[in-house]
């Protein structure tokens, strides 16, 4: 008997505990209901002190970055190069959602937009309208899906078509919009694209950085693909993002205080801690897809280069059949980029799957409880007094609702796409910063060959003086090699106008290194260089340079039309040039004459190149020609005619070739002997030609020795 005594026991406890926990429940709802206005003022109150807080702490570390970031650059100043495995080329810049990621993208948005009155600015203010707009008439649409279903569960037709008609009708500004927002995000991206090509263009292309670039700095390998490609990328992530924020943020937060409304503020703001809860562990399991984008970028680059030389080197693979060698490295190269991609594929899946997860799903029964309140509880302030007002009143917070989660997903899914532009934003600033760095002649360049790498990187980080003259003079300038060696520690020479200098010297010796810091392409790492303004010197190397466009354009390159008539030159001037050249048959191959287009490379010889190349030396006319082997493919008559006339213009000529024909137009002699020695000493050219002949003539005396040392023993031994 006592079991069956003790069951209504304990179900009355049981009853006795749930009308308790009932009664406290209902206690301190009511409790919460009276103090409802204090509640949320307390709640709001916490929230901006916690938002002030986290502005004035970002504000303090912003600036201890910048500090920091003056000083760094202030230590970088003066530093050329370093040594074999202590340069910071090779390392990959890492690419995060950190400072650095907003210094460098509010520089490009300065370039990208210029100021207030630029156009951008009038199509950003365009832009958001539309996209206020848009909001609003989501909004009405979701009223009138409340209304619609309403005059359904009541069963007016009447009032149900019309809630259609009215339906129907505002859809035609909301197409309008839409295809309005299209618009300006496309245009957006156009003019971010042509302001950032343009300002690279003129830092590329001005104080010869595009030279600095490919030769005295390695940090850019692919500069083509940065300007032609990674521009692009960056112009159209940047616009999209910018629909992909603004609209979902304006969404989230008109949706989210008309819903807190119906709903009250309090829940919504629970249900926001809870998705901010799970966002942050969302963000937190989410791959670097920045990086990823950088080093997708970064192996593209490497993968067109490797086809741009094998286009540039076609003729000296072929002759060598290095086809399957090349073969091999292009498909290396595609299948590191390859793996990079399928690497990031399944990173993307795994990532997918969670997001989709946590985004559609957890979200969205978070959101029918939310939307289920006014329901099962009476919110304060709210009047609900029939089926069809529940049902209107569930139908459009539900669409509210499902507007806010959709646009706090689209903030959640643009994470990546931020990365992404965090990704191309590394790209185009560090291309900025290089173009900075090689202005300023800040050069950051890997030794590899060198004996001593820490001695030269000394000398390299040393900066000597030019000075603007007449006449040429180098003072214990170091000449370097073009991968950091120390040719020659210390030249020293004078050379004034009208004396004509003949360099020699075996391969790899300083010659060309000479001739850059002469034409100004190279920095003076030491020593004091007395030399003409740059416009007065002319280089011509031994394969001239032969640009797109007309033939007149050959010959007055770099000059344009313009330029040419402003100097009074005209064709008839320049058909003169051709005629001491013998080139005048040039206009008959082509019925337009000076106006033809060729691929003129193409067209020419070698030494029809060579000789174009000097009439382009005739017409600009320069106090001083640098001459690397330019005469190697002509004839020596031709060459005789070149080198008179040169010198009856006026022509200081500083020639870099061991052809013997040569010497007589030159009067002083410059011979370095690869061992980091030379001479200077005039050059008095029969002496010269007599001496080298004697010398040849003993050296085929001494090959004989041998043969006659032979005979001897042999006329010895009998």
């Known amino acids: 008997m006592a079991p069956t005594q003790s069951k209504p026991v304990a179900l009355g406890s049981a009853a006795a505990r749930a009308r308790t926990i009932r009664t406290i429940i209902s206690q301190l709802t009511s409790m919460y209901l009276r103090n409802r206005t204090r509640i949320s003022r307390a709640v709001y109150i916490t929230l901006f002190v916690a938002l002030a807080n986290r502005i004035r702490q970002s504000i303090a570390d912003q600036k201890g970055d910048s500090a920091r970031e003056v000083q760094k650059r202030t230590e970088k100043a003066g530093t050329t190069s370093t040594p074999e495995g202590e340069d910071e080329i090779g390392k990959k810049k890492r690419v ?172 919504v703001m629970f249900m926001s801690l809870l998705v901010q809860l799970s966002s942050g562990v969302l963000r937190a399991l989410t791959p670097p897809f920045g990086k990823y984008v950088a080093d997708e970028a970064r192996l593209e680059g490497e993968f067109r280069f490797q086809h741009s030389r ?8 072929a002759l060598y059949a290095g086809h399957e060698a090349e073969k091999d490295t292009l498909d290396k190269g595609y299948f590191t980029l390859i793996k990079h991609i399928n690497y990031v594929l399944r990173r993307r899946f795994y990532h997918g799957f969670m997001e989709d997860y946590i985004i559609k799903y957890f979200w969205g029964a978070l959101g029918l409880g939310l939307c289920s309140a006014p329901v099962f509880f009476k919110i304060p302030g709210q009047v609900v007094s029939n089926m069809g007002d529940r049902t209107e009143s569930f139908v459009t917070n539900r669409r509210m609702l499902l507007g806010a989660s959709d646009a706090f997903g689209r903030i959640m899914f643009s994470y990546k796409e931020i990365m992404e532009l965090a990704g191309y934003t590394s790209r185009v600033s560090s291309l900025l910063e290089v173009m900075d760095d090689v202005q300023a002649g800040i050069f950051s360049k890997k030794l590899v060959s060198s004996s001593d790498t820490e001695a ?67 920095p003076v790492y030491g020593g004091t260089v007395h030399k003409p303004p740059f416009s007065a010197i002319f280089y011509i190397p031994q394969r001239p340079y032969l640009s797109r466009g007309t033939l007149r354009q050959q010959f007055i390159y ?43 490379r193409d067209v020419l010889s070698g030494g029809l190149q060579q000789r174009v190349a000097m009439a382009r030396l005739f017409y600009h006319r320069p106090r001083y020609a640098i001459l690397d082997e330019c005469t190697s493919s002509v004839t020596l008559d031709t060459e005789k005619v070149m080198y008179d006339t040169a010198k009856e213009l006026g022509i200081t000529l500083m020639t870099v070739s061991h052809r013997r024909s040569l010497w007589k137009y030159h009067t002083h002699l410059l011979q370095f002997d690869g061992q980091g020695n030379y001479v200077f000493t005039r050059l008095d050219a029969d002496r010269r030609l007599k001496l080298e002949d004697e010398k040849e003539e003993l050296e085929v005396l001494l090959r004989g020795v041998p043969e006659i040392e032979r005979r001897i023993a042999e006329l010895s031994a009998e």
């Open 310 to 317: 094998l286009i540039d080197h076609s003729e000296e693979i």
């Open 96 to 267: 995060e959602l950190d400072r650095e990621f907003l210094r460098s993208l509010m520089r490009l948005l300065r370039i990208a937009v210029p100021g207030w009155r630029s156009k951008e600015t009038r199509l950003l203010i365009s832009h958001s309208f539309f996209l206020i707009m848009r909001t609003l008439i989501s909004l009405k649409v979701a009223a009138m899906d409340g209304a619609i279903v309403k005059a359904l569960v009541k069963g007016n037709g009447r009032e149900f078509l019309m809630r259609i008609m009215w339906w129907m009708m505002i859809a035609v500004p909301a197409t309008f919009t839409n295809s309005m927002l299209a618009y300006h995000q496309a245009e957006l991206a156009l003019r971010y694209r042509t302001r950032l090509t343009e300002y690279i263009h003129d830092k590329y292309l001005s104080k010869l950085t595009y030279y600095g670039i490919s030769t005295l700095d390695d940090r850019i390998k692919n500069a083509d693909q940065l300007i032609a490609v990674d521009v692009t990328r960056f112009s159209n992530s940047l616009a999209e993002l910018y629909s992909n924020l603004a609209k979902p943020i304006l969404d989230m937060t008109i949706y989210t205080i008309s819903l807190s409304k119906s709903v009250g503020g309090e829940g």
């Open 558 to 600: 770099p000059d344009g039309l313009r330029t040419m008539h402003n100097k009074g030159v005209t064709d008839e001037d320049l058909l003169a040039i051709l005629r001491i050249l013998s080139l005048e048959h040039l206009l008959d191959l082509h019925p337009d004459g000076w106006d033809a287009e060729a691929e003129w």
């Open 456 to 522: 030269n990187a000394a000398v390299l980080k040393g900066r000597g003086k030019v000075i603007k003259s007449k006449n040429i003079q180098f003072i214990d300038v170091p000449i370097i090699s073009p991968n950091g060696d120390v040719l020659v520690p210390a030249l020293s020479f004078a050379l004034e106008q009208g004396d004509h200098l003949l360099v020699v010297g075996p391969n790899g010796c300083g010659k060309s290194s000479l001739f850059r810091i002469l034409g100004g392409l190279w």
